[in-house]
């Protein structure tokens, strides 16, 4: 019986051993499984992870150092008006431009951002949602490897390398283009109505950013050319379809109609008018090949610059490879790209670089096309399919080598770097250039140590200044014009900016003080002191000229009297 008993214990004990043995076997397979795929999540995730922090890294670089050029200081002024005052949140409108930008960056000012950081993070955020949706929609005919190539294509692009940092409206709305080309495939693809919803909000939100936004619009048709039109249940689908769509641009023109709420829409049409940026529809189509030759001259060498011809051959072979592997959705693709470029030269008299913008994510992601199936084709006809990774990373550094050397000379000194084309003026060494204000508003600092001063400008001014000095309450900055009344009349300082100064400047005499040279000859900033000239010597203050003269307190009167240049000067000088 106990015998029994112990074999009874013994069995149990030896079942209990070999249940933990079985337990420990599972545990250890389900760790090593875990562990498997946490490892290949890991490698999948890694490379993206390290373009987006190459793009972080680079953009926020730039965020304080890139000189702020007179549209984007124009803008981060709006942001601090809406800021400021609800009252002006249409304040764009007076000014022929549409207010997503000033509104997203009004955001960031009430977070405590300065005006011209916060429409710059929202260019740097936008330009990495494009980067995504650059990536995604290269992965629909390439798979993982061309969405990491078309990515890290995107971070080194020269023309979204420089503009991504800038703010102005061209980043914010190439990303919600992109959205929208997105949205427009898939609901081809699947007509949802959420789909359809999306699309509709980001179609408005596009349009209100920039005209630029109507691309969106014009291309959705072609976005059926990714319609199943041989698939089962044709109408139904169609109709889906066509409601999908239809419910979008309802929407859209229901966001469109917030800017008339208003009291600026109507004056809308006739600033942007005013601007003339825009040929008419007919002027553009009556002479389309006029315009192109009067335009691509200028368009051509940004092109070059931005873009590089390696890349540019990468887009080839992409847009030939692509066609091979789905023709439909190249063909949008396509159409896509040379959308912009078209308008631009036929519609757009200003051959602004900016204006090329929304076509950086057709360009990234037929060039990541181009090179991973050149590097496929290059591994294959060299008989080393093994190393077809190492291959197509060895072609995409070659491709984009030019580009990295113009994106090393901008992140070393963006004030003093060759940008293509006219965006050189326009970034560093024209008059509306960034390039000298923060020295400028450095000098003013300086002279305001011993009190309050007043600066004047006739023209060539930009918002700038202004915005540098905004909280430095000793600094008062006016607009002036000709003549001997107003407080740009008596101001301390008078700054030119390439714009000669007018014949009748104030009173008094101004000489000049302090020099900016822009980069490459470019156009100086010069600050201007006002006083009096006597026997040769400048007196910049009443107190300075009486010392000066070392006479009587009558005698002083008597020749204030007789002198009536130095007295409206001290007369002036004397009621602020």
Known sequence: MAGGVRRQRGQSVASVRVGIGVNTVSRGRVASRLREGLSSRVVWILPFALVGAFYASTRLALLRRFPGFIDEAAYASWALRVHDSVNDRFVALAYGKLPLLSWLGAGLVFAGIGPLDAVRIVSILAGLGTMVIAALLAGRLGGRPAALTAAMFYAVLPLAFVHDVIGVMEPLVTALLAVALYLQVRLAERPQVVTGLLLGLTMGAALLTKETGMFALVLLPASLLAFDWEGDRLGRRLLSWIGCAGTSLALTAIVYLVLTLSELWDDYPRARESLGIVRSFGDGVAHPWRWIQETWPTYRPELVGYVTVPIALAVVVGVIFAFRRNVRLASIFLLWLLAPLFVDLIFLPGAFTRYLVPMSPLIALFAGYGVVRGGQVLAQATRRSHQTKWITAGVALVVVSTALVLDARVLANPSTAPYPGSSRGEYATGWGAGTGWPQLAAELRLRATNGPI?????????????????????????????????PEASADYIVENGTPLPPDAGVGT????????????????????????????FYETPDALRRGLAVSDPAFDRFIAAHSRIRAWYVAESSR
């Open 454 to 486: 007043v600066v004047a400008s006739y023209a060539g001014q930009t918002e700038a200044l202004p915005l540098l000095l905004r909280t430095d309450g000793r600094i008062q900055i006016v607009r002036g014009q000709p003549g001997q009344s107003g």
């Open 510 to 537: 101004l000489r000049p003080v302090w020099t900016f040279h822009r980069p490459q000859a470019g156009t100086p900033i010069v600050l201007y002191r006002r006083g009096v000239v006597w026997q040769g010597t």
